[in-house]
Each structure stands twice: as C-alpha cells, then as structure tokens.
C-alpha cells in the first residue's frame, strides 16, 4: 500500500520548463527525506535532489544547479521537483524515492525504502 507517484513529465523543448510532482501515501511522508533520482537510457540511475523532513537540507547534483527547484508540501504529502531551462542531456526517466532516514539527505539508490514507478521527462526540439 506503499505508493509514490510521479507526474508532470512529458515532451518539452530545450529551454523550456517542467514541474514534476511525487505524491506520497502509505508512509510517514513526512519524516522521509525525498529523493529525485534519474535514468537515462543505457545509463546508470543518478541523484538528482534531495530534501530533508525538514527542509533544512537540499541537495542538487553539479548539472541541475541554478535550473532545479526541490520543494515539499507536508500536508499536501506531496514533492515537486521544477525544471526550469531544461536541456537535452535532461532526457530521462525521473523518479521519486523515500529514505526513512528523514533528517539528511543521503543521495544514494541503495539507501531508498520507497521508489515510485518513474515520469518520463524528453527534451528535444
């Protein structure tokens, strides 16, 4: 009964803008750090933000910073992820994941309790 369920992706061009939402249930969403993890085709899944139960941590890998925004609603048990200035090498399968370890933001697939079943996110003209 466990569910994180990603939506918001889809087709966008180059430069263009995305907000990907991962809504929780089943959990105490809101003690969980909340991961977005993506995949590219033939590539391994990579962290791409994180934030804490808190909001006292985020974390955002070298290539997203400055164009992706993390947020958080608690009552909403709902996670955003907004994708502004999107580029081609953006082009993945995006997914949402819970650690229960909620208070850092540990940015590794092995430490994930919960995973949602992806959104697909394609930048292309």
């Known amino acids: 009964q466990v569910q994180l369920v990603e939506s918001g992706g889809g087709l966008v061009q180059p430069g263009g803008s995305l907000r990907l939402s991962c809504e929780a249930s089943?959990?105490?969403?809101?003690?969980?750090?909340i991961h977005w993890f993506r995949q590219a085709p033939g590539k391994e899944r990579e962290g791409v933000s994180c934030?804490?139960?808190?909001?006292?941590?985020?974390y955002y890998i070298d290539s997203v910073k400055g164009r992706f925004t993390i947020s958080r609603d608690q009552a909403k048990n709902t996670a955003y992820l907004q994708m502004n200035s999107l580029k081609p090498d953006d082009t993945a399968v995006y997914y949402c994941?819970?650690?229960?370890?909620?208070?850092?933001?540990?940015?590794?697939?092995?430490?994930?309790?919960?995973w949602g079943k992806g959104t697909l996110v394609t930048v292309s003209s």
């Open positions: 089943g959990f105490s969403f809101e003690y969980a750090a």
């Open positions: 934030i804490t139960r808190t909001d006292v941590d985020t």
């Open positions: 994941a819970a650690d229960r370890l909620g208070y850092v933001c540990r940015n590794d697939a092995r430490s994930m309790d919960y």
